[in-house]
């Protein structure tokens, strides 16, 4: 670190430990989904654009119409870039995770209609005194399960590609660049053009907020799906709709993970595409107002994950088709 000119000297790495938290558990459409905590945004975001969606019949809307209420992360993203911090330096809201509060945000959506830019942040409920407290683009996840009953969504990050791009001599290990995770200032893009504000913002001992998303789902008692992403803030709108497709959409989990996506982060001001979804599609949201970039033929992010298939009594373990891979053994 001296000689790249860092500033982290051997007592920072002594005095720093592991925080165990609790995990986020909430319900969706009478699935248990349990998530990542703060200081990762993606289980707080997750949970709270699905509290959203309970409010739509998803399967019943034309695809157009569900492509239109799907993307509407907008809300979602607005409140990280204010309110998202380590929950250690900075009062979050568990209000976030309300229904009630979903319920608002909800009201604001017409399945049918155009394109409505979100002025900023909510405000959840008990914003001020009901917080998360200190509980026990390089990025990779994995989804594993046995059958002894031990399910796994692990998701591990070195920030950007390759770090900060020095690897420590005679290791292999690549130090992070983990740092442009926090707001440089309030309103300051990120590499990743997420913007945001002073809970975020760098301080001695304070975690990074990130975009992580491990998932488990749990139904009648027992997991069943583990998903997760890489791809910086598109990660949390990956996990969503695999999500969705599985629970709402009665997809296989390769379908799922197979199905075009999109993607909407508040700042920029824009809905990025796959071109999977064909040019009428594409023109819809275009013509609703959408302000649409196509994401090329790279995509958007890469998901991993497993299901237990109750029909063939067997996993379903998936890779992305979007990156060479191939799934470990049933």
Sequence with gaps: MAANGGVLRKGDFCAYTPKL?????????????????????????????????????????PLADRVHTTQKHEAAFADRAYWLGDPDFVPVPTGLLDKEYAKT??????????????????????????????????????????????????????????????????????????????????????????????????????RPLSSMSPTLVVRDGKPFLSVGAAGGPTIISQTLQNLVNVLDLKMSLQQA???????????????????????????????????????????????QGVRWDEAKGEFEPVHDPRVPGAVGGK
């Design 257 to 303: 993970i197979s199905a075009p996506r999109i993607h909407h982060q508040w700042s920029p001001d824009e809905l990025r595409m796959e071109p999977a979804f064909g040019p009428e599609i594409l023109a819809a949201m275009k013509q609703r107002g959408h302000a649409v970039k196509e994401a090329g033929n790279v995509g958007i992010g890469v998901s």
């Design 21 to 61: 938290r609790e995990p986020l558990r909430t319900t969706y459409r009478g699935h248990e989904i349990i998530g990542f905590p703060p200081p990762s945004s993606g289980g707080v975001h997750v949970a709270q654009i699905l509290n959203v969606l309970e409010s739509f019949d998803l399967p019943a809307l």
């Design 105 to 206: 945000l909800a009201s604001r959506i017409q399945p049918s209609g155009s394109a409505v830019t979100v002025p900023g942040h909510g405000t959840p409920p008990r914003a001020d005194t009901d917080v998360f407290g200190d509980l026990l683009k390089h990025t990779t996840h994995l989804s594993t399960a046995d059958a002894e009953g031990n399910w796994v969504a692990l998701t591990q990050t070195v920030n950007t590609t390759f770090g900060s791009k020095v690897i420590v001599p005679g290791t292999g290990v690549i130090l992070n660049n983990e740092m442009d995770d926090f707001a440089a200032a309030p309103g300051a893009p990120n590499a990743f053009k997420l913007v945001g504000s002073d809970a975020n913002a760098v301080a001695p001992r304070k």
